[in-house]
């Protein structure tokens, strides 16, 4: 395994029709959004006021997506979209149709975070549901058109569940933000481990809010799936600090260790993306970015995220493995335990 990030790799799939943009001269971030943002303009389907905060996968060539979408009657529900290019999306009118093992009808009251996640032949949706309180819904699904929902993995409250696209120890890894009922005033990244996905144990602390970086000072939550590169666990996730205005959510990148990703190795202290652009400062609410996929290619190290804008548009970023990866060693910044495995 190499440590240096001029020869870190994504260790995966190619994907060459993935979205992509080179970084604008003069740019000096280490992660540059795309020239035609948002990607999903307001009211983009009937009966749907704001799409964002949505999950994005290759299939069969083409692209799918779970997106968040805010009605007219402002309760969020979870649509299929379709895309050739994964920049413009055919989304549809109707609901994803979730039934339970039996095929019954089975539908979260809301629904609203997706993340989409493939492990082994099967693609996994996680989001934040009613049980009683916020909670984390899962649904698996095959083909994209039949969605089982299986039993909810963890108990009120708690959000931001994200799935390892591997297992881990030959179980399921996932990684979730316990929290409150309401816009949560603090929160930690955790992991938990499952073999079958309905039992869930083994519960670890992954990493602290805070530290240098205030735009974390708040609460943190996962972001897209970590994806595997040699060096680590690459995830990004959101970092949240709060102003006489408000909440700010930022985007932050963080290396896990590979066979023990309750263990942080790089954590950057600097966000990588914060909200600078008239569709990430102002919109139902401001001053938000929230990824929630990446789309990415083995075999050139390029990284496209799609995040939330403003908890109305979606807007589509890049990086390359090798700059985020060096960014974030640079900047890296040990946080209380968060290199330990997170027991106690
Ligand atoms: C969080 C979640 C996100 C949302 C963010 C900013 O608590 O509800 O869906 O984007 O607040 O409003």
Not at 171 to 182: C, E, I, T, Y
Not at 272 to 283: A, I, K
Not at 288 to 312: E, K, M, S
Request: proline share 7%.
């Amino acid at each position: 395994m190499s440590e240096s990030p001029n020869q870190v790799k994504i260790i995966g799939a190619s994907l060459p029709n993935m979205p992509w943009e080179e970084k604008p001269e003069g740019y000096r971030g280490p992660v540059w959004r795309h020239s035609a943002n948002p990607v999903i303009a307001r009211n983009p389907v009937k009966g749907i006021a704001r799409i964002f905060n949505s999950a994005v996968a290759p299939y069969e060539g083409k692209f799918v997506g779970v997106f968040r979408a805010e009605t007219v009657n402002g309760r969020p529900h979870l649509h299929l979209g379709w895309s050739d290019d994964a920049l413009h999306w055919q989304i549809e009118e109707e609901r994803i149709p979730f039934v339970d093992e039996s095929g019954k009808s089975y539908m979260p009251l809301y629904a609203y975070d997706p993340r989409l996640v493939k492990v082994e032949d099967t693609y996994y949706i996680i989001w934040c549901t009613d049980f009683y309180g916020a909670s984390l819904g899962l649904a698996k699904t095959k083909d994209f058109k039949t969605f089982v929902r299986m039993e909810n993995p963890f108990l009120p409250f708690n959000r931001n569940g994200v799935l390892f696209p591997k297992k881990i120890h030959g179980n399921f890894a996932m990684l979730s933000r316990p929290s409150d009922s309401g816009h949560t005033p603090f929160g930690d990244i955790f992991l938990s481990e499952s073999p079958d996905l309905l039992y869930w144990g083994k519960h670890r602390h992954v990493m602290s809010k805070g530290g240098h970086g205030w735009w974390q000072a708040l609460k943190i939550g996962g972001g897209p799936a970590p994806i595997e590169t040699t060096i680590g666990w690459l995830m990004f996730y959101h970092g949240v600090t709060q102003t006489c205005n408000g909440y700010v959510y930022s985007m932050g990148s963080v290396i896990l260790d590979k066979d023990e990703p309750s263990k942080v190795k790089y954590r950057c202290q600097n966000y990588v993306l914060t909200p600078e652009e008239w569709y990430e400062e102002r919109g139902f609410v401001d001053n938000v970015i929230f990824p929630c996929a990446t789309l990415h290619d083995a075999d050139t190290g390029r990284i496209a995220i799609y995040y939330g804008a403003a908890d109305t548009y979606v807007g589509l970023a890049y990086t390359t493995v090798e700059e985020i990866v060096a960014y974030t060693i640079e900047h890296h910044e040990t946080l209380g335990d968060d290199a330990e495995l997170g027991r106690l």
